[in-house]
Protein backbone atom coordinates (compact mmCIF):
# COMPACT_ATOMS: atom_id res chain seq x y z
CA UNK A 1 0.00 0.00 0.00
CA UNK A 2 1.19 3.45 -1.01
CA UNK A 3 2.65 5.67 1.88
CA UNK A 4 1.11 8.65 2.61
CA UNK A 5 3.71 11.90 4.29
CA UNK A 6 1.84 14.36 6.07
CA UNK A 7 2.94 18.21 5.29
CA UNK A 8 4.67 17.78 8.39
CA UNK A 9 8.53 18.73 9.28
CA UNK A 10 10.40 16.48 11.30
CA UNK A 11 10.94 18.21 14.71
CA UNK A 12 14.22 17.99 16.43
CA UNK A 13 14.27 15.33 19.69
CA UNK A 14 15.45 17.20 22.24
CA UNK A 15 17.91 15.49 25.34
CA UNK A 16 15.58 13.69 28.05
CA UNK A 17 15.99 13.29 31.43
CA UNK A 18 16.22 10.01 33.25
CA UNK A 19 12.44 10.22 34.46
CA UNK A 20 10.93 11.77 30.72
CA UNK A 21 12.88 8.55 29.81
CA UNK A 22 10.94 6.16 32.19
CA UNK A 23 7.73 7.67 31.28
CA UNK A 24 8.50 7.01 27.57
CA UNK A 25 9.66 3.44 28.69
CA UNK A 26 6.86 2.56 30.55
CA UNK A 27 3.83 4.76 30.21
CA UNK A 28 0.54 5.10 29.15
CA UNK A 29 -2.13 6.83 28.91
CA UNK A 30 -4.08 3.75 29.80
CA UNK A 31 -2.56 4.54 33.95
CA UNK A 32 -4.78 6.28 35.99
CA UNK A 33 -2.32 8.34 37.43
CA UNK A 34 -0.92 9.54 34.81
CA UNK A 35 -4.38 10.37 33.20
CA UNK A 36 -5.14 12.66 36.37
CA UNK A 37 -1.88 13.92 35.76
CA UNK A 38 -0.71 14.29 32.41
CA UNK A 39 1.69 17.02 31.61
CA UNK A 40 4.88 15.45 32.42
CA UNK A 41 3.87 12.48 30.38
CA UNK A 42 2.84 14.82 27.55
CA UNK A 43 6.03 16.79 27.32
CA UNK A 44 8.44 13.68 27.13
CA UNK A 45 6.41 12.19 24.44
CA UNK A 46 6.90 15.52 22.66
CA UNK A 47 10.52 15.94 23.31
CA UNK A 48 11.66 12.18 22.59
CA UNK A 49 8.94 10.80 20.39
CA UNK A 50 6.15 13.05 19.32
CA UNK A 51 4.34 10.22 17.72
CA UNK A 52 4.25 7.58 20.30
CA UNK A 53 3.01 4.08 20.03
CA UNK A 54 0.81 3.79 23.57
CA UNK A 55 1.19 -0.05 24.08
CA UNK A 56 -1.11 -0.03 27.08
CA UNK A 57 -3.74 1.26 24.05
CA UNK A 58 -2.29 -0.24 21.16
CA UNK A 59 -2.51 3.52 19.69
CA UNK A 60 -0.55 6.11 18.02
CA UNK A 61 -0.44 9.27 20.31
CA UNK A 62 -0.03 12.27 17.82
CA UNK A 63 1.26 15.11 20.98
CA UNK A 64 2.44 17.94 19.04
CA UNK A 65 0.57 21.04 17.96
CA UNK A 66 1.54 21.00 14.33
CA UNK A 67 1.15 17.37 14.04
CA UNK A 68 -2.25 17.22 15.33
CA UNK A 69 -3.19 20.13 12.78
CA UNK A 70 -1.20 17.90 9.95
CA UNK A 71 -3.73 15.19 10.74
CA UNK A 72 -6.77 16.99 11.50
CA UNK A 73 -7.02 18.36 8.20
CA UNK A 74 -6.37 15.30 5.88
CA UNK A 75 -9.61 13.22 7.14
CA UNK A 76 -9.12 11.12 3.76
CA UNK A 77 -5.70 9.64 5.32
CA UNK A 78 -6.90 9.42 8.54
CA UNK A 79 -10.70 8.99 9.31
CA UNK A 80 -12.60 9.71 11.75
CA UNK A 81 -14.98 7.03 11.30
CA UNK A 82 -12.68 4.18 11.48
CA UNK A 83 -10.94 5.62 14.11
CA UNK A 84 -14.11 6.52 16.36
CA UNK A 85 -15.80 3.58 15.99
CA UNK A 86 -13.20 1.23 16.18
CA UNK A 87 -12.61 2.54 19.57
CA UNK A 88 -16.05 2.30 20.40
CA UNK A 89 -16.65 -0.44 23.16
CA UNK A 90 -13.03 -1.61 22.12
CA UNK A 91 -12.86 -5.19 21.77
CA UNK A 92 -16.82 -5.76 22.44
CA UNK A 93 -18.37 -4.05 19.52
CA UNK A 94 -20.02 -6.57 18.03
CA UNK A 95 -22.15 -7.14 21.60
CA UNK A 96 -22.58 -3.71 22.17
CA UNK A 97 -23.90 -3.44 18.77
CA UNK A 98 -26.49 -6.53 19.40
CA UNK A 99 -27.38 -5.19 22.93
CA UNK A 100 -29.06 -1.77 21.37
CA UNK A 101 -30.46 -3.16 18.44
CA UNK A 102 -32.40 -5.49 20.70
CA UNK A 103 -33.03 -3.01 23.69
CA UNK A 104 -32.41 0.49 22.68
CA UNK A 105 -34.19 0.86 19.18
CA UNK A 106 -31.43 0.56 17.09
CA UNK A 107 -27.95 0.54 16.60
CA UNK A 108 -27.28 4.19 15.04
CA UNK A 109 -23.47 4.77 14.44
CA UNK A 110 -22.51 8.32 15.05
CA UNK A 111 -23.33 10.04 12.05
CA UNK A 112 -21.10 13.21 13.00
CA UNK A 113 -18.10 10.90 13.29
CA UNK A 114 -17.70 10.02 9.92
CA UNK A 115 -15.72 10.96 6.47
CA UNK A 116 -16.25 13.43 3.87
CA UNK A 117 -18.34 13.35 1.49
CA UNK A 118 -20.83 11.94 3.80
CA UNK A 119 -20.20 14.19 6.76
CA UNK A 120 -19.99 17.71 4.54
CA UNK A 121 -23.73 16.53 4.23
CA UNK A 122 -24.56 15.72 7.46
CA UNK A 123 -22.48 18.61 8.91
CA UNK A 124 -24.39 20.86 7.05
CA UNK A 125 -27.69 19.56 7.94
CA UNK A 126 -27.08 19.92 11.81
CA UNK A 127 -25.25 23.36 11.70
CA UNK A 128 -29.30 23.98 10.91
CA UNK A 129 -29.65 23.55 15.00
CA UNK A 130 -26.67 25.70 15.43
CA UNK A 131 -27.35 28.95 13.31
CA UNK A 132 -25.99 32.23 15.00
CA UNK A 133 -29.70 33.19 15.40
CA UNK A 134 -30.80 30.08 17.18
CA UNK A 135 -27.59 30.69 19.44
CA UNK A 136 -28.26 34.17 20.07
CA UNK A 137 -31.87 33.85 20.56
CA UNK A 138 -31.21 30.95 23.72
CA UNK A 139 -28.83 33.44 25.48
CA UNK A 140 -31.30 35.40 27.92
CA UNK A 141 -32.64 32.31 28.66
CA UNK A 142 -29.55 30.16 29.52
CA UNK A 143 -28.34 33.78 31.50
CA UNK A 144 -31.48 33.12 33.78
CA UNK A 145 -30.22 29.42 34.14
CA UNK A 146 -26.75 30.25 34.98
CA UNK A 147 -27.76 32.79 37.77
CA UNK A 148 -30.82 30.81 38.92
CA UNK A 149 -28.21 28.16 39.85
CA UNK A 150 -24.97 29.69 41.20
CA UNK A 151 -28.02 31.87 43.23
CA UNK A 152 -29.08 28.29 44.82
CA UNK A 153 -25.50 27.75 46.36
CA UNK A 154 -24.17 31.27 47.18
CA UNK A 155 -25.72 31.24 50.64
CA UNK A 156 -24.66 27.71 51.66
CA UNK A 157 -20.79 28.87 51.52
CA UNK A 158 -19.59 25.44 50.49
CA UNK A 159 -21.18 23.13 47.76
CA UNK A 160 -19.55 20.32 45.32
CA UNK A 161 -18.50 22.44 42.33
CA UNK A 162 -18.49 19.74 39.97
CA UNK A 163 -22.05 17.94 40.83
CA UNK A 164 -23.90 20.72 42.10
CA UNK A 165 -23.44 23.17 39.24
CA UNK A 166 -21.42 22.25 36.91
CA UNK A 167 -23.41 19.14 36.02
CA UNK A 168 -26.78 20.44 36.86
CA UNK A 169 -26.11 23.39 34.93
CA UNK A 170 -25.31 21.74 31.60
CA UNK A 171 -27.64 19.60 31.81
CA UNK A 172 -30.12 22.45 32.53
CA UNK A 173 -29.20 24.05 29.02
CA UNK A 174 -29.41 20.70 27.46
CA UNK A 175 -33.17 20.36 28.82
CA UNK A 176 -33.60 24.14 27.54
CA UNK A 177 -32.10 23.93 24.36
CA UNK A 178 -33.27 20.29 23.22
CA UNK A 179 -37.04 21.02 25.11
CA UNK A 180 -36.94 18.24 27.21
CA UNK A 181 -37.95 16.98 30.76
CA UNK A 182 -37.27 19.13 33.49
CA UNK A 183 -35.82 17.26 36.44
CA UNK A 184 -33.44 14.88 34.85
CA UNK A 185 -30.17 15.74 36.20
CA UNK A 186 -28.77 12.58 37.59
CA UNK A 187 -30.40 10.71 34.63
CA UNK A 188 -28.53 13.12 31.80
CA UNK A 189 -25.27 12.56 34.14
CA UNK A 190 -25.94 8.87 34.13
CA UNK A 191 -25.94 8.88 30.13
CA UNK A 192 -23.46 10.79 29.67
CA UNK A 193 -20.90 9.15 31.70
CA UNK A 194 -22.16 5.62 30.03
CA UNK A 195 -21.67 6.93 26.28
CA UNK A 196 -18.36 8.33 27.54
CA UNK A 197 -17.20 5.25 28.82
CA UNK A 198 -17.92 3.38 25.34
CA UNK A 199 -14.84 5.31 24.15
CA UNK A 200 -12.42 5.52 26.78
CA UNK A 201 -10.90 2.49 26.42
CA UNK A 202 -11.64 1.66 30.13
CA UNK A 203 -14.31 -0.98 30.39
CA UNK A 204 -14.23 -4.61 31.30
CA UNK A 205 -17.89 -6.60 29.48
CA UNK A 206 -19.62 -6.17 32.96
CA UNK A 207 -19.13 -2.07 32.87
CA UNK A 208 -19.69 -2.16 28.76
CA UNK A 209 -23.04 -4.23 29.48
CA UNK A 210 -24.37 -1.24 32.03
CA UNK A 211 -23.07 1.23 30.19
CA UNK A 212 -25.46 -0.36 26.99
CA UNK A 213 -28.25 -0.79 28.77
CA UNK A 214 -28.23 3.05 29.99
CA UNK A 215 -27.43 3.85 26.72
CA UNK A 216 -30.61 1.81 25.46
CA UNK A 217 -32.56 3.85 27.80
CA UNK A 218 -31.83 7.60 26.36
CA UNK A 219 -32.43 5.51 22.62
CA UNK A 220 -35.81 4.78 23.86
CA UNK A 221 -36.05 8.79 25.34
CA UNK A 222 -34.86 10.56 22.42
CA UNK A 223 -36.67 8.37 19.98
CA UNK A 224 -40.05 9.06 21.61
CA UNK A 225 -39.25 12.79 22.13
CA UNK A 226 -38.64 12.46 18.19
CA UNK A 227 -41.80 11.47 17.19
CA UNK A 228 -43.77 13.83 19.42
CA UNK A 229 -41.75 16.83 17.35
CA UNK A 230 -42.54 14.66 14.13
CA UNK A 231 -45.84 15.07 15.00
CA UNK A 232 -45.68 18.77 16.70
CA UNK A 233 -42.62 20.84 15.89
CA UNK A 234 -41.99 22.98 18.98
CA UNK A 235 -38.82 26.10 18.90
CA UNK A 236 -36.58 23.58 20.14
CA UNK A 237 -33.27 21.59 18.63
CA UNK A 238 -34.66 18.51 18.51
CA UNK A 239 -37.61 19.92 16.57
CA UNK A 240 -34.54 21.56 13.93
CA UNK A 241 -33.00 18.17 13.62
CA UNK A 242 -36.13 16.20 13.25
CA UNK A 243 -37.46 18.60 10.15
CA UNK A 244 -33.81 20.11 9.67
CA UNK A 245 -33.67 20.43 5.48
CA UNK A 246 -31.20 21.41 2.41
CA UNK A 247 -32.02 22.73 -0.94
CA UNK A 248 -29.29 20.99 -3.30
CA UNK A 249 -27.86 23.39 -6.79
CA UNK A 250 -29.82 20.83 -8.33
CA UNK A 251 -33.29 21.99 -6.77
CA UNK A 252 -33.71 18.74 -4.65
CA UNK A 253 -34.09 18.50 -0.92
CA UNK A 254 -32.46 16.35 1.61
CA UNK A 255 -33.34 15.39 5.02
CA UNK A 256 -31.83 13.32 7.57
CA UNK A 257 -32.73 9.73 7.87
CA UNK A 258 -34.43 8.58 10.89
CA UNK A 259 -31.23 6.90 12.58
CA UNK A 260 -28.79 9.67 11.95
CA UNK A 261 -31.71 12.06 13.32
CA UNK A 262 -30.79 9.86 16.81
CA UNK A 263 -27.35 9.55 16.52
CA UNK A 264 -27.02 13.24 16.48
CA UNK A 265 -29.46 14.06 18.92
CA UNK A 266 -27.95 11.90 20.94
CA UNK A 267 -24.60 13.22 20.08
CA UNK A 268 -26.33 16.64 21.32
CA UNK A 269 -27.33 15.50 24.27
CA UNK A 270 -24.08 13.99 25.46
CA UNK A 271 -21.56 16.37 24.09
CA UNK A 272 -23.34 19.44 24.75
CA UNK A 273 -23.63 18.50 28.54
CA UNK A 274 -19.76 16.38 29.02
CA UNK A 275 -17.84 18.19 27.14
CA UNK A 276 -18.92 21.61 28.63
CA UNK A 277 -19.56 20.75 32.16
CA UNK A 278 -15.77 19.46 32.46
CA UNK A 279 -15.17 23.30 30.97
CA UNK A 280 -17.04 24.59 33.89
CA UNK A 281 -15.67 21.83 36.21
CA UNK A 282 -11.87 22.88 35.58
CA UNK A 283 -12.77 26.81 35.87
CA UNK A 284 -14.02 26.54 39.55
CA UNK A 285 -10.49 24.00 39.82
CA UNK A 286 -8.14 27.25 38.66
CA UNK A 287 -10.22 29.46 40.26
CA UNK A 288 -9.50 27.77 43.80
CA UNK A 289 -6.51 26.92 43.17
CA UNK A 290 -4.24 29.26 40.95
CA UNK A 291 -3.47 32.46 42.54
CA UNK A 292 -5.03 35.54 40.92
CA UNK A 293 -7.20 33.74 38.43
CA UNK A 294 -10.11 34.90 40.48
CA UNK A 295 -8.77 38.63 40.38
CA UNK A 296 -8.32 38.16 36.45
CA UNK A 297 -12.06 37.08 36.01
CA UNK A 298 -12.69 40.02 38.02
CA UNK A 299 -10.76 42.71 36.13
CA UNK A 300 -12.65 41.20 32.74
CA UNK A 301 -16.15 40.26 33.94
CA UNK A 302 -17.91 42.95 32.45
CA UNK A 303 -16.55 43.31 29.37
CA UNK A 304 -17.73 41.16 26.63
CA UNK A 305 -14.22 41.12 24.45
CA UNK A 306 -11.95 40.36 26.93
CA UNK A 307 -14.05 37.83 28.53
CA UNK A 308 -14.21 35.85 25.13
CA UNK A 309 -10.08 36.11 25.60
CA UNK A 310 -10.39 34.84 28.92
CA UNK A 311 -12.90 32.06 28.18
CA UNK A 312 -10.39 30.88 24.67
CA UNK A 313 -7.58 31.16 27.26
CA UNK A 314 -9.46 28.71 29.61
CA UNK A 315 -9.95 26.34 26.97
CA UNK A 316 -6.29 26.58 26.05
CA UNK A 317 -5.30 26.17 29.10
CA UNK A 318 -7.47 23.51 30.71
CA UNK A 319 -9.13 21.66 27.33
CA UNK A 320 -12.37 19.68 28.66
CA UNK A 321 -11.46 16.86 25.78
CA UNK A 322 -8.22 15.06 26.15
CA UNK A 323 -8.34 13.19 22.58
CA UNK A 324 -10.35 12.22 20.23
CA UNK A 325 -9.53 9.05 17.64
CA UNK A 326 -8.40 8.82 14.40
CA UNK A 327 -7.58 5.48 12.16
CA UNK A 328 -4.48 5.38 9.12
CA UNK A 329 -6.26 4.27 6.43
CA UNK A 330 -3.11 3.50 4.47
CA UNK A 331 0.54 3.66 5.86
CA UNK A 332 0.91 7.36 6.96
CA UNK A 333 4.18 9.18 7.93
CA UNK A 334 3.82 11.67 10.42
CA UNK A 335 6.59 13.59 11.83
CA UNK A 336 9.60 11.36 10.45
CA UNK A 337 7.39 8.16 12.09
CA UNK A 338 5.66 6.22 9.76
CA UNK A 339 2.11 4.76 11.48
CA UNK A 340 1.18 1.40 9.71
CA UNK A 341 -2.41 1.35 7.57
CA UNK A 342 -5.20 -0.08 10.17
CA UNK A 343 -3.57 1.76 13.18
CA UNK A 344 -5.98 3.67 15.75
CA UNK A 345 -4.60 6.66 16.80
CA UNK A 346 -5.26 9.55 19.19
CA UNK A 347 -5.31 13.11 18.87
CA UNK A 348 -4.30 14.21 22.30
CA UNK A 349 -5.88 18.25 22.17
CA UNK A 350 -4.49 18.47 25.36
CA UNK A 351 -0.73 18.27 24.83
CA UNK A 352 -1.10 20.11 21.78
CA UNK A 353 -2.11 23.07 24.23
CA UNK A 354 0.73 22.44 26.17
CA UNK A 355 3.24 23.03 23.12
CA UNK A 356 5.65 25.47 23.87
CA UNK A 357 6.88 25.48 20.70
CA UNK A 358 3.55 27.44 19.32
CA UNK A 359 2.27 29.22 22.82
CA UNK A 360 4.94 29.58 25.05
CA UNK A 361 5.17 29.25 28.69
CA UNK A 362 1.76 27.31 28.11
CA UNK A 363 0.54 26.63 32.11
CA UNK A 364 0.60 30.34 32.13
CA UNK A 365 -2.58 31.88 31.91
CA UNK A 366 -2.09 34.81 29.16
CA UNK A 367 -5.21 36.21 27.57
CA UNK A 368 -2.83 38.59 25.27
CA UNK A 369 -1.37 35.64 23.67
CA UNK A 370 -1.29 36.54 19.64
CA UNK A 371 -2.07 32.90 18.42
CA UNK A 372 -4.81 32.51 21.02
CA UNK A 373 -6.93 31.21 18.20
CA UNK A 374 -4.62 28.38 17.10
CA UNK A 375 -5.22 26.21 20.05
CA UNK A 376 -7.18 22.99 19.56
CA UNK A 377 -9.74 22.63 22.22
CA UNK A 378 -12.62 22.59 19.65
CA UNK A 379 -10.69 19.70 17.72
CA UNK A 380 -10.12 21.48 14.04
CA UNK A 381 -10.60 20.64 10.21
CA UNK A 382 -13.42 19.41 9.04
CA UNK A 383 -14.94 17.89 12.40
CA UNK A 384 -13.92 21.51 14.23
CA UNK A 385 -16.90 21.34 17.25
CA UNK A 386 -19.94 22.36 15.54
CA UNK A 387 -21.98 23.54 18.84
CA UNK A 388 -18.68 25.79 19.74
CA UNK A 389 -20.36 29.43 19.93
CA UNK A 390 -22.81 27.52 22.63
CA UNK A 391 -20.22 25.97 24.15
CA UNK A 392 -17.99 29.50 24.31
CA UNK A 393 -22.00 31.33 25.37
CA UNK A 394 -21.83 28.57 28.71
CA UNK A 395 -18.58 28.91 29.70
CA UNK A 396 -19.00 32.55 29.72
CA UNK A 397 -21.89 32.98 31.42
CA UNK A 398 -20.50 30.72 34.39
CA UNK A 399 -17.52 32.70 34.69
CA UNK A 400 -19.43 36.19 34.69
CA UNK A 401 -22.15 34.71 37.09
CA UNK A 402 -19.25 33.29 39.15
CA UNK A 403 -17.64 36.26 39.53
CA UNK A 404 -20.81 38.55 40.30
CA UNK A 405 -22.05 36.29 43.30
CA UNK A 406 -18.93 34.34 45.09
CA UNK A 407 -15.52 35.12 46.29
CA UNK A 408 -12.69 33.63 48.23
CA UNK A 409 -13.28 30.08 46.59
CA UNK A 410 -11.31 27.65 48.35
CA UNK A 411 -10.73 23.95 47.73
CA UNK A 412 -12.57 22.09 50.44
CA UNK A 413 -10.11 18.92 50.28
CA UNK A 414 -6.45 18.84 49.51
CA UNK A 415 -5.55 18.97 46.30
CA UNK A 416 -4.15 15.69 46.05
CA UNK A 417 -7.46 14.10 46.92
CA UNK A 418 -9.09 15.17 43.52
CA UNK A 419 -10.43 12.66 41.38
CA UNK A 420 -10.50 12.32 37.49
CA UNK A 421 -13.14 10.46 35.23
CA UNK A 422 -10.89 7.59 34.23
CA UNK A 423 -11.37 7.57 30.46
CA UNK A 424 -8.58 8.83 27.61
CA UNK A 425 -11.33 11.10 25.61
CA UNK A 426 -11.86 13.99 28.81
CA UNK A 427 -9.98 15.09 31.84
CA UNK A 428 -12.84 15.39 33.72
CA UNK A 429 -12.90 16.06 37.40
CA UNK A 430 -15.27 13.77 39.29
CA UNK A 431 -16.08 15.79 42.51
CA UNK A 432 -14.52 19.19 43.39
CA UNK A 433 -15.58 20.68 46.96
CA UNK A 434 -15.03 24.11 47.46
CA UNK A 435 -16.06 26.64 50.08
CA UNK A 436 -16.70 29.82 49.42
CA UNK A 437 -18.10 33.71 50.47
CA UNK A 438 -21.43 35.00 48.85
CA UNK A 439 -20.32 38.65 47.22
Excluded at 52 to 58: A, I, M, P
Excluded at 97 to 114: N, W
Excluded at 126 to 139: D, G, Q
Aim: hydrophobic share 40%.
Amino acid sequence: MATQTTDTPVSERLPLSAEEQRLLDEGTLKDHGIQAHPRDFYRAMRKGQPIYHDKGLNSWLVTRHEDIWAVQSDPVTFSVQHGYHEQQARGMQDEFRAYLKEHGGGYFPDAIMSDPPYHTRIRKLMERAFTAHRVKELEPRLHAIVRDLVAEFADKGSCDAVRDISQPLTIRVIVEQMGLDHGMEDKIVEWSMAVTAQIGAMQSRETMLANAAKIAELQQYLIGKMKEREAEPREDMISDIVHAEVTNADGTVEKLTFEEAVSLIRAMVIAGNDTTATAIGNLFYVLATKPGMMETLLEVAEDERKMNRFVEEHLRNEPPVRALSRMAVKDAVVNGTTIPAGSHMLLVYDSGNDDETVFPEPRKFDMTRPNLGRHVGFGGGPHRCVGIALARMEVKLAAQEVARQLKNIKLAIPESEITYLPTVATHTIESLPITYDKR
